[in-house]
């Protein structure tokens, strides 16, 4: 079955303190990762493609297959980061991709 | 740059009435998404379309309908609305086919409440 899984609800941090939202997924094949960012009131907006293997407001991410791991990271957190965060898969459906996502992490950078 | 466009924003009904939500895809994309995201969960697929056909099925009641017009917006119908109807319906837009890879770009969302 094709899940993913974000073990954190709200991850709680100081300004300037490094940051790991955790990702983990479960597919058969070779999965597509993102990372979407939904800021307060705002539309869900793409992050990170682990295709891209791109640094984007300092964050990024790596693909483990072995771990079937896709860590978004920041070495120093800014009061702006705090959002609501989501990893998600890309599942094959014909002509189109349709996302899984996980539940979702809360980034709360404290000043 | 345009992005997409989805009304209405705000949409309240009561018990089994019906709700018509449309979604304007970013030009030149030929694929659209709905996801529902309830209170506090995380956004779930219902169906997709490309080229103006149905291209993939999620969790979408039968009491739903959609479909994709000629100039790619898309339109989703809902009928003997339930409470448990009320969330936030996003949709998103991207090219398919081959270039179905390409990430997806989500609009606003219409937030819709059932009274």
């Known amino acids: 079955a094709q899940r993913v899984t974000q073990p954190e609800k709200l991850l709680s941090v100081f300004k300037g303190a490094p940051v790991e939202l955790k990702c983990n997924y479960s597919?058969?094949?070779?999965?597509?990762l993102f990372w979407y960012v939904q800021y307060s009131r705002q539309r869900l907006q793409l992050l990170l493609r682990h295709i891209s293997r791109e640094s984007i407001k300092g964050f990024t991410a790596d693909l483990n297959k072995g771990e079937t791991s896709f860590h978004l990271k920041k070495p120093f957190a800014q009061e702006e980061d705090s959002a609501m965060y989501y990893c998600?898969?890309?599942?094959?459906?014909?002509?189109?991709?349709?996302?899984?996502f996980g539940t979702g992490t809360l980034l709360a950078v404290q000043p | 740059a345009a992005g997409v466009i989805q009304s209405p924003r705000h949409l309240i009904k009561e018990k089994r009435e019906t709700a018509t939500l449309k979604c304007y895809p970013i030009p030149r994309h030929d694929t659209v998404y709905w996801y529902q995201q309830g209170p506090g969960q995380d956004p779930q697929f219902l169906i997709s379309?490309?080229?103006?056909?149905?291209?993939d099925k999620g969790s979408i009641p039968d009491r739903f309908s959609a479909q994709q017009f000629s100039d790619y917006h898309s339109e989703l119908n809902m009928s003997s609305l339930e409470l448990g109807d009320s969330a936030l319906y996003f949709c998103a837009s991207s090219l398919g086919g081959s270039a179905r890879n390409q990430p997806q770009h989500f609009g606003d969302g219409t937030r819709l409440s059932i009274l």
């Open positions: 379309f490309y080229e103006k056909m149905q291209s």
């Open positions: 597919y058969s094949g070779s999965p597509e």
């Open positions: 998600a898969l890309s599942g094959r459906g014909g002509a189109t991709n349709k996302l899984i």
